[in-house]
């Protein structure tokens, strides 16, 4: 188990509309367990509702540029990963890494990253991590159980999709990034993990069974791109 586990965990686990506690219980619990199995992890964490409460603050006082939105959401992600490097304290290494770039030589098998700069998302960073620490996968935790076709929630003929090729899901996505844009797995992460030849899982980070049993090399619910 010597290859790290890169996981983007979307904000919105971690903050739907306030911090979800009993979440982050259970997720500690999984992440511990499976250090104790040998396993090593890169967390990126997302900005979840404070993000967009911040942003639309922004917007509705003044016009925003695009620039200071993206910051705004830099900022959440770094205070969530914080958070969660503060409830894993005695696994991760002791400073929040921003920067993917930096030479980074761990101690600890859990490292927990954040935002770092205008122009994508945590997606793009959690991609460039996998790259960094030659990952081949990266496990991208939000709250849907799989890409669909179209938004489910608007449309009722929405179908679920175990497996799809980049070219395609980027069909899906687009190839302009937004700040607060909520799609699977964003663009411009998107066409580099194409380019560098990675897998990205999709599933429902709440559903932590589910993961386990990805972990595990056992059937799973979710959608792979690659």
Known sequence: MNEYVVISLGGSLVVP???DIPFLKKFHSLVVSQVRKG???IIIVGGGKT???YQNAAKEITKAKQEDLDWIGIHTTRLNAHLLRTI????????VIRNYKEKTHPKK????????????????DATMWAKSFKAKTILNLSNIDYVYTSDPKKYSSAKPIKKIPWKDFRKLVGNKWDPGLNVPFDPIASREAQK???KVVIMNGRDL???ENFLGGRHFKGTIIE
């Open 209 to 211: 069974a589910n993961l």
């Open 39 to 41: 396993r090593k992890f």
């Open 196 to 198: 560098s030849g990675l």
């Open 109 to 124: 098998p859990v490292i927990i990253a954040a935002g770092w700069k205008p122009g994508h998302s945590t997606d793009y």
């Open 88 to 95: 894993l304290r005695n696994i991760s290494h002791p400073v």
């Open 51 to 53: 993000c967009r409460k």
């Open 17 to 19: 509309e306030e911090i």
